[in-house]
């Protein structure tokens, strides 16, 4: 995995600032989009890997990091789950994670495995820098589902020089998210304090070699 694109994704001052101690890890990878694949080595692993239920899983340290973070940014994660949580508990309830594509499915299966919420972006409709931000009062987002909401400023957001690519560390956008025709992924990892570099950096590399097995 390559990370030739970390040089150019900026952390504002004001968010390091405001919130010292989240950072990211990010790479890039060349991808072949499938929805024709076995997941079901990676379902099996995972029922064996994974030693919590849902009651225990929010007493978890890494777990509990991103519901504080979640706090200190406004967001009640008991309503508004982090998404490494959120795909935990749906498999945890389910014993499988929903089959989208092969490339968003190593991402979940990554984020499953680590707890670590992470983002996969189509770099083909990434336009200019990117940065970690606090979002523009009235600025617009629309979500991965389609939904559109004007942002009140006091948000983090993964942006570029043509909008928001993530609502910091919890939504993707649909302008960049992975489809058919991507060929180049973009993957960010995103870090909150007291969850250690090594497991984010290792969280993001993942996505990699867990994609390579899907076939």
């Known amino acids: ?59 978890d340290p890494i777990v509990r990091a991103y519901r504080d973070f979640y706090w200190r940014i406004g967001i009640d994660p008991t309503k508004t789950r982090p998404a490494s949580e959120a795909l935990v508990r749906r498999f945890l309830k389910n014993q499988s994670l ?12 990554a984020s499953v495995k680590t707890l670590v919420p992470i983002g996969l972006y189509d770099t083909n ?33 993964l942006a570029d020089s043509s909008g928001i690519l993530h609502l910091f560390p919890h939504r993707d956008s649909q302008r960049t998210m992975i489809n058919a025709n991507t060929r180049k992924m973009l993957i960010v990892g995103c870090g909150v304090p007291s969850v250690p ?14 994609l390579s097995e899907l076939r």
Do not use: C
């Open 1 to 59: 995995m390559s990370s030739a694109v970390s040089s150019s994704i900026i952390i504002d001052d004001a968010v390091k600032q405001r919130f010292e101690g989240i950072y990211l890890s990010i790479g890039e990878a060349n991808v072949n989009v499938t929805n024709s694949y076995d997941i079901s080595k990676h379902i099996t692993a995972l029922k064996q890997e994974l030693h919590y239920d849902l009651e225990s899983l929010k007493d």
């Open 98 to 109: 929903p089959k989208i594509n092969n490339v968003v499915d190593a991402g979940n299966i």
């Open 125 to 157: 409709n990434i336009s200019g820098k990117l940065t970690l931000r606090f979002a523009k009062n009235g600025e617009r987002f629309t979500d991965i589902t389609g939904k559109t909401e004007d942002l009140q400023g006091n948000e983090i957001v």
């Open 197 to 210: 570099r090594s497991r984010v950096d290792a969280a993001a590399e993942s996505v990699v070699s867990i």
